[in-house]
């Protein structure tokens, strides 16, 4: 079964950076694009980055632009989250989604990051 895993998150302070992985070794990775979201409880999955396929376009919720930055390495069939200047409003938890025309979407099973001082 094809499938996505996110690097363990953690707990960070607040101003601090994490960066979160996304693996998908069973699949052409480069043929998906890559979408994270972030859900917290009671909540709506929220959509924060995204990057096409080959890398050459990324789009970001307009919470986390400027701070967060989504970027993939397709040899290593791995997609970052780099999260900088990170905010107790940024506690969630992290989910990693790949989509591509025509086949099922593969979503992660989340990661949970925490900032907290």
């Known amino acids: 079964q094809r499938q996505v895993v996110e690097s363990v998150g953690g707990e960070v302070q607040p101003g601090g950076p994490l960066r979160l992985s996304c693996v998908g070794p069973e699949f052409p990775f480069s043929y998906y694009d890559i979408t994270w979201y972030r859900q917290v409880p009671g909540k709506e999955r929220e959509l924060i980055a995204h990057?096409?396929?080959?890398?050459?376009?990324?789009h970001y919720a307009d919470s986390v632009k400027a701070r967060f930055t989504i970027s993939r390495d397709n040899a290593k069939n791995t997609a970052y989250l780099q999260m900088n200047n990170l905010k107790p409003e940024d506690t969630a938890v992290y989910y990693c989604k790949a989509d591509s025309a025509d086949v099922p979407v593969i979503w992660g099973r989340g990661t949970r990051v925490t900032v907290s001082s």
């Open positions: 990057i096409t396929s080959t890398g050459g376009s990324t």
